[in-house]
């Protein structure tokens, strides 16, 4: 197990609970009950090896996909916006196919390079990637899918392809793709309004503060280390999933934030570190490939997301309703990045274990002291 990874994910889950507090503090015990369920997650499911994970890889992403193409079909939307469709429900349970669609992609991906390798597989792996994202596009969720797609990209250039081949695809998928784009902005004028208001930002904001506004707001009054949640009552907060770092800057001020941005940056340092100690190992096996691959996509999985979020906070980003990773109210998203944290736990135990092997020098059999030395 890696230290620096459960650190990170306690922090997380502890500053989303102290988001929660502010946004719903009547959702406290529930969303806490989630967290802790999900850090058990974490610690059970890194006991597997990584040969698990790509075993498991192509039955996952089948999975997801058959969900993906259930949500047009059985999807269910919010209180807040019954057209995008993004859930389904089956009794007690609901979740969002599209957040365990991300896992089934890196699973799938690096299970695929990891036995076929990377040479003249980029057709292949091309139309993985474009399946995925299309079925999440048709939901419609637009922000998903565009992560979805950068997320397929990283996984190919983390297996080893070629930049160069990567560019001429994106350029191609591009020119076939700029033709459809106006008839599904037609079919969802939702995403032009979004851009719209975005653009517009600075005309709402002289009416009154629009909901990037408030957030801004609130993270001014966190100061350096916060009011705490009893500060509610002079604030508004809007969102417990889109909008949940104001929260968390209100409750714990900067010091709160710049611990988000280190627990992220600890999940970057030690999926990096794993790719860098399987680039060590000699021979370099399909499974010390695979679970190098692994990592890097589940680490972009969770940070890229976190990416996202914050840069719609930041007022850069038009809102998308992508969650903060382990932090947002909603444990779709909560329990499928800590599965992602448990891969790179499992490629990490894995990657040390083979460089020990494959470091240690052979000891001579002369050399062994006997019982006469």
């Known amino acids: 197990m890696s ?3 459960i650190i ?3 922090m997380l889950l502890c500053l989303g609970v102290l988001g929660i507090a502010a946004v719903e503090p009547d959702k406290i015990a529930d969303h806490g009950l989630k967290a802790l369920l999900a850090l058990g997650v974490t610690l059970v499911v890194a006991r597997l090896r990584p040969r698990a994970f790509l075993k498991l890889g192509p039955v996952v992403w089948g999975v ?4 993906l193409l259930l949500v047009p079909f059985m999807g269910v939307g919010t209180a807040e916006s019954e057209a995008t469709r993004r859930w389904l429900e089956f009794g007690p349970v609901r979740f969002q196919p599209s957040e365990m669609a991300k896992l089934g992609l890196v699973l799938m991906l690096a299970s695929f390079f990891a036995r076929r390798g990377v040479h003249n597989k980029l057709i292949s792996a091309t139309a993985m990637i474009l399946l995925t994202t299309l079925l999440v596009l048709i939901e419609p969720d637009l922000g998903t899918s565009v992560l979805m797609f950068g997320l397929g990209i990283i996984v190919m250039y983390a297996a080893g392809v070629r930049i160069s081949n990567i560019s001429g695809l994106i350029l191609a998928i591009t020119m076939m793709l700029l033709p459809l784009v106006g008839s599904y902005l037609e079919r969802h004028p939702y995403i032009l309004d979004r851009l719209n208001t975005h653009r517009q930002v600075e005309q709402i904001r ?3 503060l629009d909901q990037i506004g408030k957030a801004h707001r609130d993270l001014n009054f966190g100061g350096i280390s916060g009011q705490g949640p009893d500060g509610l009552r002079y604030t508004y907060f809007g969102e417990h999933t889109d909008l949940i770092v104001a929260s968390v800057g209100f ?7 710049a611990m988000l941005l280190f627990a992220y940056w600890l999940i970057v340092i030690t999926a990096l570190d794993v790719a860098h100690l399987a680039s060590r190992v000699r021979p370099m096996t399909p499974e010390i490939h695979g679970a190098s691959i692994l990592a890097i996509g589940t680490m972009f999985m969770i940070v890229g997301q976190a990416f996202v979020n914050l840069c719609v906070a930041a007022g850069l980003f038009p809102v998308t309703g992508v969650p903060l990773p ?6 779709s998203s909560m329990l499928t990045m800590s599965v992602a944290l448990a891969v790179i736990h ?3 135990r894995e990657v040390r274990h083979q460089l020990a092997d494959t470091e240690t020098p052979a000891v001579p059999a002369g050399s062994l002291p006997t019982a006469t030395d």
């Open 3 to 5: 230290i620096q990874l």
């Open 8 to 10: 990170a994910q306690v």
């Open 64 to 67: 997801t996909l058959f969900f």
């Open 206 to 208: 002289e009416q009154g």
């Open 251 to 257: 409750t714990s001020g900067l010091l709160g934030v």
């Open 326 to 331: 382990l932090v947002s109210y909603g444990f």
């Open 346 to 348: 499992s490629a990490m």
